[in-house]
């Protein structure tokens, strides 16, 4: 654990790295300083806008926003490179970057705010396992998985396309003996057989043989060596982590809601996934398509959002997308990210972290949303279904019992929230106004609502 001096003194390092940033600009540059940055703002912000325009436009229209937005961080550096400035930039933008960086080192969280607790578990008796060959671009095979568990006494199940339910080949194994149940697969697949661990309070083991891999990515779990998960079999611990739930749904990850839901259920989506996206956004961000949503989330009202997210426990602060990562799977609630973008003004908006506007993040034991319609596409853990309306979400805390493996990756810390005022705390001695305004605090007793 580091000490809260050595955060302080990073908390120092970071301000003093910005204060020599402008410093160093305004005496190199005293009169062209504040035309830096205004032409630094500008690029941006039609950067942003052009990139917005080209995927709300059509035909040439499209074009002419993208050549836009390319052109005008090109075009600054252009111009500074004639007024040789460009040095003076570069050497600003540094010492930014590394006060940033510094100061996030400051305000990261404490390990025991991230870390998932675990107690020592003995080997499973009788391991039954759900393996997909097709998953991950044939995982399964390239890593010897079903030959590997079987030397472990594992019982493996293959599906192998002829319509078997992992479910029930679960619930099956149960009722053979099995004492621990897992799947080599996607996280759908994962989700499935882990309701069934969950019913019968059984240990659950997950083997990262899919294509992203979110979940063994948010337990610590090797991705790039999926054979490794197996040595939980003999040598594992065990953590109790949360389940979400979609309409009776397992899921563990995210449910996924509007746009990205929309254009996932194309057929056409998987066979040209960018051109399906480009032609269909337009339609979805003008409202000319999709259903209208509001959610109910834990009491707070969110309408017409263009985009909304509910994952097992909440993603960091600065993912704005949730595909990254959650620093913790045990607190029992749901995470809200809900974003509505209708001007080029909101799309730069988001990225200001002080002021992200169209964006709502929130925390809840319950999410309800509603649309227009008897029933929406939902995107569970990547798979798009529909679902009829209202749509109800729930966690179920610490339902899953897991199993890990005792030598393992493990979780990254969560990046630390920028947070100037706490930052200037912590360098002036005043910890008591520090803590907690980082990334990670405890779990809140209602939802949160930081739209900006």
Known sequence: MESLRTRRWYARGALALVV?????LFVF???????????????VALTVAGLFWFLLLRGPLRWIA?????????????????????????????????????????LRPERSEWQ????????????????NPRSGGGKVERFRLRERAEQLGAEVALLDGTGKDPQQLARDALARGADLLGVAGGDGTQALVAQVAVEHDVPFLVISAG???????????????????????RDGVEARIDLGEINGRPFVNNASFGA?????LNPAYRDDKRRTTLDALPDLLTRRRGARLTADVGGIRVEDPH????????????????MGRRARLDRGLLGVIAIRVDSARQAVGLLNTAHRQGLRRAVAAE?????????????IDGETVRLATPVRCTVRPGALRVRLPRERPGIRPPRARLDWAALWALATGRPDAYHGRGEISGPAPVPVDDSG
């Open 307 to 322: 985009a909304l997210l509910v994952s097992n426990n909440p993603y960091e602060a600065s993912d704005l997308a949730g």
């Open 367 to 379: 999410v309800v949303v509603m649309a227009d319609g008897a029933d929406i596409p939902v995107g």
């Open 260 to 264: 990205y839901a929309e254009i996932v």
């Open 116 to 131: 998932l607790p675990v107690t020592d578990a003995a080997a499973p008796r009788h391991p039954f396992l759900v393996m």
């Open 66 to 106: 993208l050549c836009l937005g390319l052109a005008a961080p090109v075009a600054e550096i252009v111009l500074l490179a004639a007024n040789r400035m460009l040095w003076l930039a570069v050497l600003t933008l540094v010492l930014l970057a590394a006060g940033v960086a510094t100061g996030r080192a400051a």
């Open 20 to 24: 020599l940033a402008v410093v160093v």
């Open 211 to 233: 294509t992203r891999n979110h979940f063994a990515l948010d337990l610590g779990l090797d991705r790039e060596e999926p054979a490794r998960c197996l040595d939980a079999l």
């Open 29 to 43: 540059a005293p009169h062209r300083g504040v035309g830096f940055v205004l032409l630094t703002g500008a690029a």
